[in-house]
């Protein structure tokens, strides 16, 4: 079963990035936000951060730190994505919100797909409505590899799209 949903989130991320439009409906069920609707997509181009940290078993292992990514709009930069996570646009707004909600990226390369709730809002523009936030499209940002030297960062380049959602 758990190959199947796999399998079925791989054709979906396939139609959602060749422009399918899919119907809210189509997005995995971890992510989908019933009685919410759209009302600004975002593309993000950026890296994700990791940090080498010993995990709880002692040996060093890559632990996922932050974002840092440019927010565009029709190819113009409109905003930033930071830690927290944050989303701070020009025109003042901002949304900072918590994970509630992860599917896989259409390859293991790729990060996580999430749902997360907006926990505070700051300003008057764009943001100011948003009480959910979906990452969707994602497209590297995984980190491979060793890590030998701990405090050490390395950055994985990744890009997003981010569907803002109110009620």
């Known amino acids: 079963m758990d190959c199947l949903k796999s399998n079925l989130h791989v054709v979906l991320s396939g139609m959602l990035m060749a422009g ?3 119907r809210a409906e189509d997005l ?17 181009e950026g890296a994700q951060i990791h940090q080498c940290k010993a995990g709880p078993d002692g040996k060093l292992v890559w632990t996922y730190r932050e974002p840092i990514a440019t927010l565009l709009r029709d190819g113009v930069t409109v905003g930033r994505h930071f830690a927290g996570p944050h989303w701070r646009l020009d025109d003042g707004s901002q949304a900072q919100g918590k994970v509630v909600g992860k599917a896989p990226g259409a390859t293991p390369a790729d990060a996580l797909w999430l ?5 505070a809002r700051e ?3 764009a943001l100011s409505e948003a009480v959910a936030i979906q990452r969707v499209h994602t497209h590297g940002g995984v980190l491979e590899g060793a890590c030998e030297t701990d405090g050490a960062f390395r950055s994985v380049s990744y890009s997003a ?6 009620k």
Not at 28 to 44: D, E, M, N, W
Not at 115 to 119: A, E, I, N, R, S
């Open 161 to 166: 799209d981010y569907v803002f959602l109110k």
């Open 123 to 125: 300003g008057q523009g």
């Open 28 to 44: 995995p069920p971890s992510i989908q936000a019933a009685g919410l609707s759209v009302f600004l997509t975002l593309h993000a």
């Open 20 to 22: 399918g439009g899919a």
């Open 115 to 119: 749902k997360l709730d907006v926990t």
